[in-house]
């Protein structure tokens, strides 16, 4: 008598210990096949590369439109999950003018004495602006107009996202010197640490990396001495890799075989947020790396009332400071206030000491364990209100 054994069941919840090496080597030794990126110009270490003035005229045209938008799902999915598209911004005057918004941007932050975190790499190493996006229109609309009617930010967005996807931008000027980032995974689950990710059941791991899209507009020609980013293609191909990409043996497999593309002024890199990647060390003495970092997000990642959290926190903290007996607070923060920091203003609130600032049930559970009296929480939610407007 045969007897069938049951397949084996996923994992609910993946821990730090997650994941096969091997399975991690066998995934990012594949190779891009040219049949399977017909519209690319040329293979580069496995990174499809396309041309800008192709995709320009692709955008104009419905059925070619889709079938490179095809193209790039398949390759941000299934693929070396990385695209380049050479000379995206044929007319690298929009990048000049743009790129002196962004230099008067950090004088005058700098001046101020604004900002002071970042998520990867050691507070004041770089140069950011923080929601670029925002003070880029406002600053100069006609050069904001320019820039962001790119074919190529559109078409590379509607491919991963869909429609009605949310445009946002940080700027990065890495100087001469400044260090590499440790090689990472990126939002949402990629800003957490290891034990706020492993609460996540293991379908949000695969649920997170469809939820955005990484960009990279050059601003500068950007040699490899100057530490374009490292990424390892097919590697969003890892499921498990929000949390092993860590271990020691993950970051020496990334570091032996990680790839750099040089870029030109006006080069536009798009990737799977799940590429394990990271900015590389700017070794010139004359070059400071000047990128647009594109953060484009799923329309879907919002609820579907508006709820006025903060209300509700004032209204429940004085109940819950003297709460009677079967009161789970824990369960009562979980459903009235703000458990995730984002969004949020990263000039006025930004991530230091961690990858992320501090949420409102965060701040809310610390003023119970406390003991705050309401009028003393209330200022931490004024306060907490006024850092995140932009």
């Known amino acids: 008598m045969n007897i069938q054994s049951k397949p084996q069941k996923a994992p609910v919840w993946l821990t730090a210990d997650s994941g096969d090496f091997e399975e991690f080597r066998r995934l990012t030794a594949q190779t891009t096949a040219p049949r399977d990126v017909p519209h690319a110009a ?49 007319d690298t005057a929009v990048l000049d003018r743009a790129s002196a918004v962004f230099d008067r941007i950090i004088a005058e932050e ?30 100069d609309p006609s050069s904001f107009a320019e820039y962001y009617s790119c074919h190529t930010l559109a078409l590379a967005s509607e491919a991963w996202l869909g429609p009605n996807y949310q445009m946002t931008a940080q700027v990065n000027r890495v100087n001469p010197g400044g260090a590499a980032q440790v090689p990472h995974r990126d939002y949402h689950l990629g800003f957490m640490s290891a034990a706020q990710m492993a609460r996540y059941p293991a379908h949000i791991h695969a649920v997170s990396p469809v939820l955005t899209l990484q960009g990279a507009v050059a601003h500068v020609d950007m040699p490899l001495e100057s530490g ?44 799977n947020p799940a ?16 990128v647009n970092l594109l953060q484009v997000s799923s329309a879907f990642g919002r609820a579907m009332e508006t709820v006025n959290r903060d209300a509700m926190c004032r209204a429940l903290y004085p109940m ?55 009028s003393a929480f209330c200022a931490t939610l004024d306060a907490l209100l006024d850092k995140n407007r932009s």
């Open 110 to 139: 700098k001046a101020a004495a604004k900002g002071g975190g970042d998520h990867f790499a050691k507070p004041g190493a770089n140069d950011r602006v923080w929601n670029s996006l925002e003070k880029h229109c406002n600053a």
């Open 275 to 290: 590429v394990m990647h990271g900015a590389g060390t700017n070794r010139t003495a004359d070059i400071f790396r000047l």
């Open 42 to 90: 040329e293979i580069v270490r496995n990174i499809p590369v396309y041309e800008g003035r192709s995709v320009d005229a692709c955008a104009t045209d419905p059925t070619r439109r889709q079938a490179l938008m095809e193209e790039w799902a398949t390759v941000l999915s299934s693929g070396a999950g990385i695209i380049v598209i050479r000379a995206a911004y044929a």
């Open 228 to 271: 374009p980013t490292m990424l390892l293609p097919f590697s969003q191909q890892y499921f498990e890799g929000y949390l092993a990409f860590s271990r020691p043996e993950f970051q020496a497999h990334f570091a032996e075989h990680h790839v750099q593309l040089p870029l030109a002024k006006g080069d536009v890199v798009f990737f």
């Open 320 to 374: 819950l400071l003297n709460a009677p007996e079967g009161i789970d607070l824990a369960n009562v923060i979980a459903a009235s206030a703000e458990g995730y920091p984002f969004p949020t203003n990263l000039d006025s609130n930004p991530p230091v000491g961690g990858l992320a600032p501090k949420s409102q049930a965060e701040l809310m559970r610390a003023a119970l364990a406390e003991g705050q009296d309401p």
